[in-house]
């Protein structure tokens, strides 16, 4: 959810909460909130709870952050030609950085194995501010009412949500603010029990749970993919505008996303046009059946990933923007002159799985990108990217064959960096 602020829940839902009404998110009170509630199958709803406010910054706070410690954990190149994620955490002693260190490097790992960062992965700096506590811990853990003496006031039992695990967002925001650049920020707890939360400008995960940092790539696909939520409340029906987001649409024939209509997705499936998405049951409409938007554990859909792709190649510049690929291939078109890649052939997979490609051409230029397959008697296009501008990504599920990219200059001349990867 991309409402403010709107923590997510990360667990089993509580005898107490099963009381309250779920609904999809629309206008609430002053002193009440929308929040994700995740719980422990991977299954997300939304819930109205009283809102949580961050407690004032006093100024050794302020100085504390100003003198935090920044230290790479992934250091690939400038912040201007960079993804730049920043992590800091909470409840970890002077004594603890270590562990910090430990579970930052691991929560990226863990987002660093879901695509589109996987295939970005050597374009992304990770940057861990060293946030030190007074006292090991969060609050309220293993057990409520255990109060601890921390640098971002992380606690359990936000919201009364037993695994809802909140912080002071402007105290986080200061931290955070520390690293060289800032694109999306990661709070860690120093806790095992699972839990989370998600704001407009952050998420927080359990730091020394292996499940939790399925939350934080959920909230990266709001705050970086600018996505929808997929799933929905029994009983509702959407009856607003057209959504911004691009996996939501209100048309039944799902037009924003026709160019994918009838493709393969790695959440599975094809892309279609199903209804129920943006916690509306009725009258909104999503591409696939079960995404990571939906469901925590599982991929981006064909939409998702590609509107991931593109908000992370926008944060990187220069020829970084193709960087990650298995193979890189550099030309040049003349206006409306077109070429093949690999070097003017095909190739040719043995497996089935997931195509990626990137072009990356000069500015003002409008390019095109193709994957075509041969059928046994003619090349026919499989897959296509075509936004008006001179970037394209391309991201293709298909079998065994044999493939060339068609790369097509529709005005505007120049050089390009074309890159991808195969099966």
């Given at each position: 959810m991309r409402r403010s602020p709107l923590p997510l829940a990360a667990a089993a839902l509580l005898s107490a909460i099963l009381t309250l009404t779920a609904a999809p998110a629309t206008a609430a009170p002053q002193d009440r909130q929308w929040r994700e509630?995740?719980?422990?199958?991977?299954?997300?709803?939304?819930?109205?709870?009283?809102?949580?406010?961050?407690?004032?910054?006093?100024?050794?706070?302020?100085?504390?952050?100003?003198?935090?410690?920044?230290?790479?954990?992934?250091?690939?190149?400038?912040?201007s030609e960079r993804f730049d994620l920043v992590i800091v955490?909470?409840?970890?002693?002077?004594?603890?950085m270590g562990l910090l260190r430990q579970h930052a490097q691991a929560k990226w790992e863990e987002i660093a194995a879901t695509a589109p960062w996987?295939?970005?992965?050597?374009?992304?700096?990770?940057?861990?501010?060293?946030?030190?506590?007074?006292?090991?811990?969060?609050?309220?853990?293993?057990?409520?009412?255990?109060?601890?003496?921390?640098?971002?006031?992380?606690y359990f039992w936000c919201g009364n949500i037993e695994r809802l695990l909140c912080l002071n967002e402007t105290k986080a925001k200061q931290y955070a603010a520390q690293a060289p650049a800032v694109d999306a920020i990661v709070a860690v707890g120093n806790t095992t029990k699972y839990g989370g939360a998600g704001y407009p400008s952050l998420a927080t995960v359990?730091?020394?749970?292996?499940?939790?940092?399925?939350?934080?790539?959920?909230?990266?696909g709001h705050s970086v993919g600018g996505l929808a939520d997929e799933y929905w409340t029994a009983g509702t029906t959407y009856t607003g505008g057209e959504p911004g987001e691009p996996n939501v649409t209100k048309s039944p024939g799902c037009a924003k996303w026709s160019s994918y209509l009838g493709r393969a997705t790695p959440d599975g499936g094809v892309i279609?046009?199903?209804?129920?998405?943006?916690?509306?049951?009725?009258?909104?409409?999503?591409?696939?059946?079960?995404?990571?938007?939906?469901?925590?554990?599982?991929?981006?859909n064909l939409v998702g990933l590609d509107a991931m792709d593109r908000a992370i190649r926008a944060k990187i510049g220069g020829g970084g923007g193709c960087a990650g690929y298995q193979n890189t291939r550099t030309g040049s078109l003349s206006s409306g002159g077109s070429a093949y890649q690999p070097d003017g052939t095909y190739y040719y997979t043995a497996a089935s799985g997931t195509h990626r490609a990137c072009l990356d051409g000069p500015a003002g230029a409008e390019f095109n990108l193709q994957l075509q397959k041969w059928n046994g008697s003619a090349w026919a296009v499989v897959a296509s990217a075509a936004t008006g501008g001179p970037d394209e990504t391309l991201t293709y599920s298909g079998t065994a064959g044999y493939y060339t990219y068609l790369l097509q200059s529709v005005s505007g001349s120049g050089s390009y960096t074309f890159a991808y990867t195969a099966p």
């Amino acid at each position: 959810m991309r409402r403010s602020p709107l923590p997510l829940a990360a667990a089993a839902l509580l005898s107490a909460i099963l009381t309250l009404t779920a609904a999809p998110a629309t206008a609430a009170p002053q002193d009440r909130q929308w929040r994700e509630v995740f719980s422990p199958d991977g299954t997300i709803t939304t819930m109205l709870l009283p809102a949580e406010r961050s407690g004032a910054v006093s100024p050794d706070s302020r100085a504390a952050a100003a003198a935090a410690a920044t230290v790479a954990i992934q250091d690939t190149g400038p912040p201007s030609e960079r993804f730049d994620l920043v992590i800091v955490g909470d409840g970890y002693t002077s004594s603890e950085m270590g562990l910090l260190r430990q579970h930052a490097q691991a929560k990226w790992e863990e987002i660093a194995a879901t695509a589109p960062w996987s295939t970005h992965r050597a374009s992304v700096n990770v940057w861990l501010v060293e946030v030190v506590s007074a006292q090991s811990g969060v609050d309220n853990d293993p057990t409520r009412g255990i109060s601890r003496d921390t640098a971002l006031d992380m606690y359990f039992w936000c919201g009364n949500i037993e695994r809802l695990l909140c912080l002071n967002e402007t105290k986080a925001k200061q931290y955070a603010a520390q690293a060289p650049a800032v694109d999306a920020i990661v709070a860690v707890g120093n806790t095992t029990k699972y839990g989370g939360a998600g704001y407009p400008s952050l998420a927080t995960v359990s730091g020394g749970n292996a499940r939790a940092g399925q939350i934080a790539i959920h909230e990266l696909g709001h705050s970086v993919g600018g996505l929808a939520d997929e799933y929905w409340t029994a009983g509702t029906t959407y009856t607003g505008g057209e959504p911004g987001e691009p996996n939501v649409t209100k048309s039944p024939g799902c037009a924003k996303w026709s160019s994918y209509l009838g493709r393969a997705t790695p959440d599975g499936g094809v892309i279609g046009c199903h209804q129920g998405g943006h916690q509306y049951a009725n009258g909104i409409y999503r591409p696939s059946q079960d995404s990571l938007m939906r469901t925590l554990g599982k991929p981006f859909n064909l939409v998702g990933l590609d509107a991931m792709d593109r908000a992370i190649r926008a944060k990187i510049g220069g020829g970084g923007g193709c960087a990650g690929y298995q193979n890189t291939r550099t030309g040049s078109l003349s206006s409306g002159g077109s070429a093949y890649q690999p070097d003017g052939t095909y190739y040719y997979t043995a497996a089935s799985g997931t195509h990626r490609a990137c072009l990356d051409g000069p500015a003002g230029a409008e390019f095109n990108l193709q994957l075509q397959k041969w059928n046994g008697s003619a090349w026919a296009v499989v897959a296509s990217a075509a936004t008006g501008g001179p970037d394209e990504t391309l991201t293709y599920s298909g079998t065994a064959g044999y493939y060339t990219y068609l790369l097509q200059s529709v005005s505007g001349s120049g050089s390009y960096t074309f890159a991808y990867t195969a099966p």
